[in-house]
């Protein structure tokens, strides 16, 4: 599957707002708080623990590209310490952390997700899963709802 997704910066007082519209527009989803450790890897690979599981994801590609082929593979949510354990011992090092609380909604067939990321600001994303034949048209798809 290819993850096809687009981002933007917002306000606090924009975030605001799109959480009482998405609440009211939208379906909720989930609320979470999410602690995500990026490695120094050729490609994209991180693990995450929220309050559902962890897991360890790849995302072929360059970072931010709008269209990547994702890999994913959720554990339990105690065995986040060994996954980076794991990783560690392997050679690999922790780029960067992140911690933030994220707000999910279903939005007309569109996961959008609302982000608080400590240090890094408030974000919307829209992402939709699609396959190689239709990720353009999805992508515009995306691009017409933001």
């Known amino acids: 599957m290819i993850e096809v997704e687009i981002r ?20 909720k989803v989930s609320e979470d708080t999410q602690e995500t450790h990026y ?11 929220n309050n559902f599981h962890s897991k360890i ?11 990547r082929e994702e890999i994913e593979v959720k554990v ?11 990783f560690q011992a392997a050679g ?4 960067i952390k992140w911690f933030r609380t994220r ?5 007309e067939g569109i996961s959008v997700m609302l982000d608080h990321t400590r240090g890094y600001g408030h974000i919307l994303e ?4 699609s396959d190689e034949a239709q990720k353009d048209e999805t992508l515009k798809l995306l691009k017409s709802k933001m």
């Open 92 to 95: 690999l090092k922790i780029q």
């Open 8 to 27: 933007s910066f917002i306000t606090e007082p924009k975030y605001n707002e799109l959480l009482a519209f998405f609440g009211k527009k939208g379906k």
């Open 39 to 49: 490695f120094d890897s050729k490609e994209d690979l991180r693990i995450q623990k």
């Open 57 to 67: 994801w790849m995302k072929k590609g360059k970072l931010h590209d709008d269209q």
């Open 103 to 107: 707000h999910t909604f279903d939005w």
């Open 76 to 86: 339990g949510k105690d065995d986040f310490e060994k996954l980076g354990a794991m």
């Open 126 to 129: 829209l992402e939709k899963m």
